[in-house]
């Protein structure tokens, strides 16, 4: 079937070396597809390798 386009990622910008920002997309189960199977494969996600960490300046700035 057809996919989804992929969502905005999670994390516009990286606090830590070790978080994830992913992005995620669906496709579509089409009629005759069996839809257990579909159901399994149906969701996508990926890193989003181009989100760069935050800058510090950026992180102080953030009220709590």
Do not use: A, H, Y
Not at 8 to 33: A, F, G, M, Q
Not at 37 to 51: L, P
Request: charged share 30%; proline share 2%.
């Amino acid at each position: 079937g057809e996919g989804t386009p992929w969502t905005k990622c999670t994390l516009t910008c990286l606090k830590t070396l070790n978080e994830r920002s992913i992005r995620t997309r669906t496709r579509e189960c089409l009629d005759d597809e069996n839809k257990e199977e579909c159901q399994v494969g149906r969701s996508q996600s990926e890193t989003c390798t181009e989100v760069q960490l935050c800058s510090l300046e950026g992180i102080m700035s953030i009220s709590i």
